[in-house]
């Protein structure tokens, strides 16, 4: 059977199937199995391939799995963030999209065609546009950012500074998606309204006071060569390019200093807000006009959690230096229409890459028709099950809980929703793929249809705020109706975890994989997004609800908080020699807990699902030599371990590290230590001797 499961829940299945012959003769049997054979030596050799054999994993796990990963790592389009090997992902749905890019007969049948021959009519244009290098003065885009504000590095004495707003020209411009000094995210429940987080200035390197403090920094020749690049299109002199970015520069030094007085921390900076009696910042409802029809969310009750105080120092500061914000703000939007290529051979990647984001919804019916297989809908269920079942068997067993609290815990396990694939909710998606016929391409103008491009994609992101008058309150974010993306995830206010469709391929998840390599990758991330529900955020929530009140009782919760101190300062000892600066223990504390819990009970998980091969006969036994990997010398267990860090084989430049650090998620070379490190179970498996790096023999770090 092929079928396709769009919205799954252990033991309820909404399903759309259609048959399929499968031949039952000896010979297709033994052609299964040879091809099964085949592509296991294939991705064991793929395996071996990441690893670092030089290094002893019980010294540096990380290196020893990951250590060659960027050296025969495939040679595709990125964009300005890290490569890693979960994320790698998007390259094999990129191959999905541009084969369902012409699959004309399932749109038929889809009832989507006009909007696939929109798509393609994109995509096409995109190919044949020049995006590398990138035209910066393309009148279609020094027209836009006339409109919006100006361009006084460009139009000089024509620029009118006292006209200018830069809160104005800022909230234009989170109508092409730039976040450029409003920082605009959505919430993701009822009535789905903007919240903001605070700017994160520069362009290809994000900029700190003291990354910046002198010109010969990565920081500084990165965004001074970015700027240089697009005022070169304007033939701008070499002294007024030089002045221009000393002017944005000097506008950024001036804005950080005024997020470094609380240290960029949302909650101290409301406090100085409170001690100084800082008045409300007025100029909020122009950014409601302009962004959202003139609907502000604070009338529904929503706090939009801005700091009042940042926002009237940023406004001194602006004032103070109009030329350098405007130009920063210009040459901002010019950045996100830019492809930032690094050679014409990457034209392509784009062009596929852009068509599944801005046509998110279309390709996500297509890919879950055609590509979501049924054969490994049992299965996938089963491994959730499995560490749902070693979650509890831990709430159950953990010996600190209170009686009362353990029944509470329980209660929560036993309501969480398992969603794999995605969630369905056929008339928002139906409107939002009926949307795409209102695009208006320009046949002759790339750019142009690029300016109307960007702005759908942000109607889309804020279609549910601005039709949430006309949605049931139980209305789900978009992103947990979109299976064609890498992404889980655990929502709090649902208690359910969501492993999206998308996210099911290598080095996630392979039907043909041994169950040990299974339960280490995927079976890991189950675990890890289970494990939020009882994170120090999860557990002031039971089931669907805010509780109100912590539902740890005081003993309970002074001990659990004592196990979170454990991982935060375990984190805060990790040391990034790039960028000279400390993992935050703190700010990523639920994220470490979850690494180590998911680990812990996909583990767990799968020693109870070997557990029913004991005691079998010689023929039998052949299923557990299949729990190996051709190619790779490793038990079972040694192979668990490796495919959970092969997840997170990256390659960092120095401005992924300053990215991440503001990050919620640890570095993806610290996340793989820091979970082995705090496992006895690894030290066993891989035989690490007492005293060495991975096995120091100190208490270990454990909530449940």
């Known amino acids: 059977m092929l079928c396709v499961f769009g919205y799954i829940l252990v033991g309820s299945y909404i399903l759309e199937c259609k048959a399929r012959i499968v031949g039952n003769s000896s010979n297709s049997a033994n052609v299964i199995k040879d091809d099964r054979v085949e592509y296991l030596k294939s991705y064991g050799e793929k395996m071996r391939s990441y690893m670092n054999l030089s290094v002893a994993p019980c010294d540096d796990f990380y290196e020893y799995a990951c250590g060659n990963w960027k050296n025969v790592r495939p040679d595709r389009f990125q964009s300005n963030h890290r490569r890693d090997n979960l994320l790698d992902i998007v390259f094999t749905l990129l191959n999905e999209i541009e084969k369902l890019l012409t699959n004309t007969e399932l749109a038929q049948a889809l009832n989507v065609s006009t909007e696939l021959q929109v798509a393609q009519k994109f995509y096409n244009a995109c190919l044949s546009a020049v995006v590398f290098p990138f035209p910066a003065a393309e009148p279609a885009y020094l027209e836009l950012i006339r409109s919006v504000g100006g361009f006084p590095a460009v139009d000089e004495a024509a620029w009118n500074a006292s006209g200018f707003s830069w809160f104005n020209m800022s909230a234009h411009l989170t109508n092409l998606g730039v976040n450029g000094l409003i920082n605009e995210f959505i919430d993701s429940q009822y009535p789905f309204g903007p919240y903001f987080k605070l700017p994160e200035l520069g362009f290809d390197h994000t900029v700190q006071t003291d990354n910046i403090a002198n010109n010969t920094s990565r920081a500084y020749k990165l965004n001074e060569k970015r700027m240089q690049s697009y005022l070169l299109a304007y033939d701008l002199t070499e002294d007024k390019i030089s002045e221009v970015i000393a002017g944005v520069f000097d506008f950024w030094r001036d804005a950080l200093a005024i997020a470094d007085r609380f240290d960029r921390d949302i909650e101290k900076c409301e406090q100085i807000s409170e001690n100084e009696n800082v008045p409300k910042y007025q100029q909020w409802q122009s950014y409601y006009d302009i962004a959202w029809n003139g609907q502000n969310f604070s ?3 929503v706090n ?26 210009a040459m901002l939007l010019l950045y996100t229409m830019d492809a930032k290529l690094k050679g014409e051979k990457y034209h392509k990647d784009y062009c596929l890459s852009t068509v599944q984001s801005g046509f998110a919804f279309l390709f996500d019916k297509l890919y879950m028709m055609d590509t979501f297989i049924d054969q490994t809908r049992p299965e996938l269920s089963n491994i959730v099950k499995e560490v749902r079942n070693s979650l509890r068997n831990a709430l159950e067993e953990v010996e600190w809980l209170d009686p009362r609290t353990r029944r509470m815990a329980l209660l929560k396990e036993s309501t969480i929703k398992p969603i794999i694939g995605r969630n369905k909710n056929e008339e928002v998606t139906s409107r939002l793929i009926q949307e795409i016929n209102e695009l208006q391409l320009e046949d002759r103008s790339f750019p142009q249809s690029m300016i109307q491009f960007k702005k759908l994609i942000t109607r889309w992101r804020r279609f549910n705020g601005l039709h949430h008058k006309e949605l049931p309150k139980d209305t789900k974010p978009l992103n947990y109706l979109l299976g064609i993306q890498v992404k889980a995830f655990y929502s709090r206010r649902l208690n359910a975890i969501h492993v999206m469709a998308g996210t ?11 169950s040990s390599l299974k339960f280490g990758t995927l079976g890991f991330l189950v675990g890890h997004e289970l494990s939020h529900a009882f994170d120090t955020d999860g557990f002031k929530f039971l089931d669907e609800g805010y509780m109100g009140i912590l539902w740890l009782l005081s003993r309970s919760r002074a001990i659990f908080m004592q196990r979170v101190m454990c991982f935060v300062n375990h984190y805060n000892s990790y040391h990034i020699p790039e960028i000279n600066r400390n993992i935050n223990g ?11 819990g998911g680990l812990k009970y996909a583990l767990d998980a799968y020693r109870n699902h070997m557990k029913q091969f004991k005691n079998i006969s010689d023929e039998d036994n052949k299923t557990l030599e299949s729990e190996q990997m051709p190619g790779l010398d490793l038990s079972p267990e040694q192979l668990f371990f490796l ?6 084989c990256a390659e960092y430049e120095q401005e992924d590290y300053w990215e991440e650090l503001a990050d919620e998620h640890t570095i993806d070379k610290f996340r793989v230590l820091g979970v082995v490190s705090n496992s006895p179970d690894f030290a066993q498996v891989y035989s690490c001797p007492a005293g060495s790096p991975l096995n120091l023999q100190a208490d270990t770090c454990r909530i449940w």
Do not use: R
């Open 504 to 514: 099911l391929h290598p080095p996630v998840y392979h039907p043909e994989w041994p």
């Open 299 to 301: 009338s529904e009750g």
């Open 304 to 329: 939009e959690e801005y700091c009042d105080y940042y926002y009237e120092q940023l406004e001194k500061v602006c004032s103070k230096n109009p030329e350098g914000v405007a130009n920063y703000l």
């Open 643 to 648: 495919g959970f860090a092969q997840l997170w």
């Open 586 to 596: 703190k700010s990523t504390q639920d994220e470490n807990i979850a690494d180590s």
